[in-house]
């Protein structure tokens, strides 16, 4: 397939775009510490040889208030020119293009010293700001003007003024969060006023020549955002003012909505992009859950926007835009934010679950192997495709045995839920490339010990066997486990009983609760704009389809260990589906008439023809007895190594980590 416009160059003052493809600003936690700057460097470095038109890098505070904590990044002066420099430099190296995004966390920073328009705590903060002064406000629009002079001095093509998501900006835009009565506050007029300023000062700092973006909220998600017409008000505000390009922004982090998870649907916010762009003549980026060159093709072919920015994609594959270059499949980001959004938001730094190697680029180098060995991979499931590719890659001669009609292992089981059937993207990007490395790919093929004599050395990736229950009516009919519904085996009754409340308790509530309605009615999202932040009441949902009842023996609140980006979203869509959940159960036998708990003192039956087991998992090695005879070099990962804690995050980086050093 072609894509005639994503692959069309952009000239925008004196920099040539070479697509309209851009990579949105991360934060990625990588910012502390000695190897800070040379790991940024090879992390934008690999993506600018990937192609990509233009990168925008993760946030970079104008001044200290404004930084997002200890860790934030914060341009004031010379001393952080050198390490800018490595970023550039690399950039360039590769052809590349990159703006530094100038960005003031506001009443978000996570620190003692913040400050917003007026003093009102953000809803995900324990800090309240101070109230910036008129004269706070002419210094911090004077730091915006210095951070742009000296992103040119490091040799930045340009800067991307933040805007948008709950920042300081966006924080004066809207009346939400500015309740000033002096000049910057107000109608409108007085709203903007911040926002053109420091504009003013950033396009004054940098001269005729380098690029300016600004990343616009095109709809903000909260009571008492903008509206539509003030959105469009600001964007041509800002075409005047000299801005080259706008940058879409959606939602406030503190927003009730889900903006780019899974759940979200491809695409779902191009429609408030097109609005701004119908209003302005400079170029407009779309963004949130893109994920495919298809998609992008497609909103462009459509005139929603000019540009298509991807954040999440490019930590999937760096080298997305080379391979929409050339028709090669693209590894997609599912929109899981395991690897990525939820260990930022635990204070940890960013990878990815299907490309392990994101943010590592030092420490996973493939080095060529001398002595080709014969290798056998038990299982295709995460661990095992990551573990044969790699090796392959290297020089081996791998061969994959999976007992089953398809590769994906349990990653397959995910086709059964609503929203996670983009997962499935994984394991065929990942049998494209096995193909292409010259794995031999053995489909159908249950092995046993003696079947890998042959071999040098043995990969057991054989994955986990769910655990099954230990009660009185354990072998009742009505008993099933999580995969004996999810593949269809069985087919569940009206009434169900879910035994375990973890990831794999809520995807199987999700598959069997059905549909809970449209995505724009289920979060209240009002494309006609009629009040300010888009926002309306969500619609009535439909009548559920089963009566689900979900438990688990910990006393946490159901849900607590699920993904801390993600988790609100599963839980307020089974909520919505009347699932009820119980938390504190001891579990006591299963009869005819349903599972009989104990909850606090109390004894309860709950009444169920279908009773799902999903109380966790046990490595499956039966294997590694008999290849021990074998005498040969056997290594386990995945769950055949560790079911415990185990996720597809963790199995495809040990995978890919075997892989490396095999
Ligand atoms: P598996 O995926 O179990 O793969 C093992 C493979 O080995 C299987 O395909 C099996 O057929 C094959 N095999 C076994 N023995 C042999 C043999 N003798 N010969 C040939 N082949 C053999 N994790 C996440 O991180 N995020 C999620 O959102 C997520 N969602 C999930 C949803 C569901 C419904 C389920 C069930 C799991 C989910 N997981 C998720 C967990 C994740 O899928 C597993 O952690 C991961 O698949 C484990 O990978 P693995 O390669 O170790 O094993
Ligand atoms: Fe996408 Fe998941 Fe990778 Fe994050 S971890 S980039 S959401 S695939």
């Not at 001044?63 to 934030?72: H, I, V």
């Not at 002064?133 to 490091?154: K, N, P």
């Not at 597809?648 to 980590?657: K, Q, V, Y």
Request: proline content about 5%; charged content about 20%.
């Amino acid at each position: 397939m072609s894509f005639p416009h994503l692959l069309s160059p952009l000239q925008v003052r004196s920099v040539r775009l070479a697509n309209r493809m851009v990579m949105g600003s991360m934060h990625l936690g990588y910012e502390g510490g000695a190897d800070a700057f040379p790991r940024l460097a090879r992390f934008y470095g690999e993506r600018a040889k990937g192609g990509i038109g233009l990168i925008v890098t993760g946030g970079v505070a104008p001044n200290g208030e404004g930084s997002f904590g200890p860790d934030g990044t914060v341009l004031t002066d010379d001393s952080g020119l050198a390490g800018h420099r490595l970023i550039t430099e690399a950039v360039h190296a590769e052809g590349g293009r990159v703006v530094m995004q100038i960005l003031h966390c506001g009443r978000y920073g996570k620190h003692a010293d913040i400050v917003a328009p007026s003093a009102i705590k953000a809803p995900i903060n324990s800090v309240t700001p101070r109230a910036m002064t008129e004269a706070d406000i002419s210094r911090t629009v004077a730091d915006y003007g210095r951070a742009a002079a000296l992103a040119i001095r490091a040799g930045y093509d340009g800067v991307e003024v933040m805007a948008s998501e709950g920042y300081l900006i966006n924080e004066f835009l809207a009346p939400r969060t500015n309740k000033r009565a002096d000049a910057w506050g107000g109608d409108l007029d007085g709203r903007m006023r911040f926002l053109l300023e420091v504009v003013g000062a950033v396009r004054t700092a940098l001269g005729p020549d380098p690029i300016l973006t600004v990343r616009l909220s095109m709809v903000d998600l909260v009571e008492d955002g903008l509206g539509a017409d003030e959105v469009v008000t600001v964007a041509r505000a800002l075409e005047a003012a000299g801005v080259d390009i706008l940058n879409s922004g959606i939602g406030w982090h503190e927003a009730r909505v889900p903006t780019i998870a899974h759940t979200v649907p491809q695409g779902a916010w191009s429609w408030a992009t097109a609005r701004v762009k119908a209003a302005v003549g400079i170029p407009v980026a779309a963004s949130n859950r893109i994920t495919t060159p298809e998609m992008a093709e497609a909103l462009l072919a459509a005139g929603e926007a000019d540009l298509v920015a991807m954040a999440r994609p490019l930590l999937a594959d760096p080298a997305f835009a080379a391979k929409a270059g050339d028709g090669r499949a693209v590894n997609a980001c599912i929109g899981c934010n395991q690897g990525c959004l939820d260990p930022i938001f635990s204070g940890g730094s960013a990878t990815c679950l299907v490309n392990p190697r994101a943010g590592r680029e030092g420490e996973f180098v493939a080095a060529p192997v001398t002595a080709p060995a014969a290798i056998a991979v038990v299982g295709g499931g995460p661990a095992g495709l990551a573990c044969a590719l790699e090796a392959a890659r290297r020089g081996h001669r791998v061969t994959l045995f999976e007992a089953s009609a398809e590769l994906g292992g349990q990653f397959l089981l995910a086709r059964a839920v609503p929203g996670k059937e983009e997962y499935l993207a994984t394991p065929r990007y990942y049998a494209h490339e096995l193909a292409a490395a010259g794995v031999t790919v053995r489909l159908g093929t249950t092995v046993a010990a003696a079947d890998l004599a042959g071999f040098d050395r043995i990969v057991l990736a054989s994955g986990i066997t769910p655990r099954r229950l230990d009660l009185p009516g354990a072998d009742h009919a009505k008993v099933a486990s999580y995969d004996d519904i999810l593949s269809g085996r069985v087919r569940a009754g009206a009434r169900v009983a879910i035994l375990g409340s973890g990831g794999i308790g809520f995807d199987v509530a999700a598959a069997l609760a059905g549909e809970v309605g449209d995505f724009d009615a289920i979060w209240g999202i009002d494309r006609s704009f009629r009040t300010p932040g888009g926002l309306t009441a969500p619609a009535k949902p439909p009548a559920p389809q089963r009566r689900i009842v979900m438990m688990q023996r910990k006393p946490d609140r159901p849900g607590a260990s699920l993904g801390k980006t993600t988790g609100w979203i599963h839980k307020a869509l089974l909520q919505r589906a009347g699932v009820e959940m119980l938390s504190g159960v001891t579990y006591r036998s299963v009869d005819d008439a349903g599972v009989h708990v104990t909850l606090g003192e109390t004894d309860r039956l709950v009444e169920a023809d279908t009773v799902v087991v999903c109380i966790g998992q046990e490595p499956r090695r039966d294997l590694a007895a008999a290849l021990t005879v074998l005498g040969k070099p056997v290594h386990l990962i995945g769950g055949a190594r560790d079911a415990a804690k185990l996720d597809a995050l963790a199995a495809f980086e040990e995978g890919t980590r075997l892989g490396l050093e095999i």
